[in-house]
């Protein structure tokens, strides 16, 4: 891997200083990526209350003081407004801009939380033997929503939203043993199989993300996503708040590791 | 259960006394019961290696001294001869007769072999709310064999047999859960969804035990199963051994929880 031996701090280094503006997947091999959802403190709370009933989708692995942009917790040094490549700032349930420096619509009253991310189960599939077609080819990993409610707190409600990859069913079952260990990175798959029973009617028409072919004898197998909060804040209708661009995450000083049981 | 707080050692007596005759499931809830094989001398070591080989097919729990009917380590005051409600006799690799006693068949040269076996995992699946459609039914779980092949030693060698349970998707991932902590006893599931994959043409028609329908909207899980020695020892045309019937297992003292890890 290109980036083999970059650590979470050299990683945001490059991205703060505009070096880096792409995905950050695949940067500082072994480190934790983090989704970010910014959130009012009228409704900071409820947000909160909801990470909390749905840890699936959103596995809290950090938020911030109001008004603080540091997340000292996470990594050193870090600036929430400008150490991830892109941001969407949302107004009214809707992507207003994006944008790779929040600084200028930062307030006084806003919390920086960070959820867990599938990039980093994936690190421990590929060590395990197992193939990642969206890697073969080059593409995000398919995601979509589901029919899966999630449990409501406050104003935030909505569908749960699934990212998919698919295996040949044995590997399937190293899957679920490997990212069961994960439960801070959205941990086992919630579904395997049968998408049309979780309200995915056409696999290769994702929701986010790109398609990826399910090969014969391969099964799809569905994860809990990180994306799940933006679907979420539109549901919702929130008057302002301010997301990660999808695949495009704050990279933290926290080791895989950190996060992993057994 | 009717059974609750029946020892390991009252089911035996129960066998032993012919009071109790047919399966074993549901007897002495939460003690493990073994597969049986018992084995001359002179094939003895090659199928230890097999046993090795083949860990979630054969995963051993015990062994007796060649000519001992005795198994201390599994059981108080066992005797391997007349404690399971029902024996297998085979000559040349075939069945050659049913029996309740094996006493008139023990030789200074026989060595016993147990094996875990799925009745062991059912009680933890159960104790975690999910639903086994053959216990609902009254009937055998249903057993295939398969084309995956089992690593050969000396003359022991052939397909790997299967049971089968269906659940729902996400059951289905809770039960890999469960069972990947109970290597002991088969551990986690070697194939999941795609029957025809590993050589089974058709679900309603096993091999061994009784066709038990897969529900709508539920995937066939499928677990290495303790009958496996039973298919080898007939590919082996082996002169003479004994097993037990299926579903007629030996219930030993061991605790389900001595069995299983994390």
Redesign the interface.
């Known amino acids: 891997m290109t980036n083999a031996g970059q650590s979470g701090y050299e990683a945001r280094q490059l991205i703060r200083a505009g070096r880096h503006t792409g995905q950050t997947s695949g940067m500082a091999p072994g480190f934790v990526q983090a989704n970010l959802a910014i959130i009012p403190a009228a409704q900071a709370n409820d947000f909160l209350r909801f990470c909390v009933l749905n840890p699936k989708p959103c596995p809290l692995i950090g938020h911030s003081e109001p008004g603080d942009w540091r997340l000292p917790a996470l990594g050193r040094d870090i600036d929430i407004r400008t150490d991830l490549p892109s941001y969407r700032v949302w107004r009214d349930g809707k992507i207003a801009t994006e944008t790779d420096d929040i600084t200028s619509y930062w307030r006084d009253d806003l919390v920086a939380f960070l959820l867990g991310c599938s990039f980093s189960f994936e690190a421990p599939l590929l060590e395990a033997g197992l193939t990642l077609h969206h890697h073969e080819l080059g593409t995000d990993v398919p995601v979509y929503r589901t029919s899966i409610p999630t449990a409501q707190a406050g104003p935030f409600h909505g569908p749960m939203v699934v990212s998919m990859r698919s295996f ?3 590997d ?2 190293r899957a ?2 490997i990212t ?1 260990r994960m439960p801070g990175v959205h941990g ?7 998408p049309e ?1 979780i309200g995915i009617q056409d696999l290769d028409r994702p929701d986010y993300g790109s398609p990826v072919p399910v090969p014969a ?1 391969e ?1 799809p197998v569905f994860w809990a996503c990180g994306i799940t909060p933006q679907a979420v804040v539109e549901a919702a209708g929130l008057e302002f708040c301010i997301t990660h661009t999808p695949a495009h995450m704050l990279v933290t000083d926290l080791r895989i590791a950190d996060l992993s049981v ?1």
């Not at 086992?188 to 049968?194: E, R, S, T």
């Open positions: 040949k069913p044995a399937a079952i679920v043993q069961s086992a798959p919630v579904h395997i199989g049968l029973s004898g099964l057994l």
